[in-house]
């Protein structure tokens, strides 16, 4: 098998885990990392023995022995990092969200697609079996008509989180708070399983820390299949609570927290209910209430998906076009709270 060569673009927080995926997968090999400060880029070079580190991510993208680069930054960055990784000839593994904008992630993927590069997105909770299994359910009509798709995002963020960085809690940069950092990973997992969306109404504001993006929202779902929802999203209840998707038809419920599967009940044609829980992994996401808690095992899986997607010409599990729905549903809850009203979808 030949192997490809890895960069990585940003060498903040969630760095090490693509660094980590890479050194664990088969097929590629750390070539050289990147960061605006220099300090940061050097450490982790040498701290992790890659042979090259940058300042300037289009330096590491003129080198020709890398093939893949995974864009670890700022999420109002990765567009366009993104654009000129692809046309340099470079595959690209972008972590969420894709990016802010509609109109940025647009032209992200009108680039990706002229340039045939593969692109994925880190949305890793898509990997585990649990998800998986609970998505076929769902989709296949396990659980009947649905009712209900509900996702609980109840994350702790303290004030040194949001003041250690520049960009965190920005408009700018991180392109909103509470919903598009944290509470993306379960909205793109909620869209996954249940389908896309037709309306939303929203509410959302900064109750307690000092940001001008929203640590608390919620909004209500309306479903193109017809059923209800909400999503609950917030970084500011002490010390958090562990993510939670409930999913309920008139033929069953599922309940899925972090990745173990807390109830799966369905109908049977007697009448009666069903012992057909399934047996997956169980893996806890972690995150909760510290961001570099979390587990390794789904972003291995997607470094090894992007070299898999390279180097056989496969698909990547969540692609660009699939990421940009968790964005415009954020979007839509955003212009719900300004205008104070219902939002039609697509915007």
């Not at 079996?129 to 509900?150: A, N, Y």
């Not at 920005?170 to 996954?192: F, K, R, S």
Request: glycine share 10%.
């Amino acid at each position: 098998m030949p192997e490809l060569g890895y960069g990585i673009i940003g060498c903040g927080v969630i760095a090490p885990f693509h660094l980590l995926g890479v050194n664990k997968a088969k097929g590629a090999k750390m070539v050289a990392v990147c960061d605006i400060i220099p300090e940061k880029a050097e450490k982790f070079a040498k701290d992790n023995n890659i042979p090259a580190w940058y300042t300037d991510y289009k330096e590491l993208l003129k080198r020709p022995d890398i093939d893949i680069v995974s864009i670890c930054t700022p999420s109002g960055l990765h567009s366009e990092i993104a654009i000129e990784a692809a046309k340099a000839g470079k595959h690209i593994l972008c972590e969420k969200p894709i990016d802010i904008t509609l109109p940025a992630i647009d032209k992200m993927l009108d680039v990706v697609e002229q340039k045939n590069v593969k692109l994925g997105v880190m949305f890793q909770r898509r990997t585990y079996e649990t998800s998986q299994q609970v998505r076929q359910t769902v989709q296949s009509g396990g659980l009947g008509k649905m009712v209900l798709g509900d996702a609980y995002l109840k994350y702790y963020r303290s004030q040194a989180y949001y003041d250690s960085a520049g960009w965190r809690g920005t408009w700018e940069l991180d392109g909103g708070g509470a919903l598009m950092n944290q509470g993306v990973h379960g909205i793109d997992l909620l869209l996954w399983i249940m389908g896309d969306v037709a309306t939303v109404y929203a509410k959302a504001d900064h109750l307690v820390r000092n940001i001008k993006v929203e640590d608390t929202a919620v909004a209500v779902l309306t479903y193109k299949n017809g059923a209800f929802g909400v999503i609950e999203g917030t970084t500011s209840v002490y010390p958090g609570e562990e993510t939670r998707l409930e999913f309920h038809g008139d033929l069953g419920t599922i309940i899925l927290q972090e990745q173990t599967i807390k109830k799966w009940v369905i109908l049977g044609s007697d009448g009666k209910p069903q012992d057909v829980t399934p047996q997956g992994e169980s893996v806890k996401v972690g995150g909760t209430s510290d961001p570099a808690a979390i587990a390794t095992l789904g972003h291995e899986r997607g470094v090894q998906n992007i070299i898999d997607a390279v180097l056989e010409n496969k698909p990547v599990y969540c692609s660009g076009l699939e990421a940009r729905k968790s964005v415009e549903i954020i979007l839509a809850i955003y212009q719900s709270v300004k205008t104070k009203k219902e939002i039609k979808l697509p915007l």
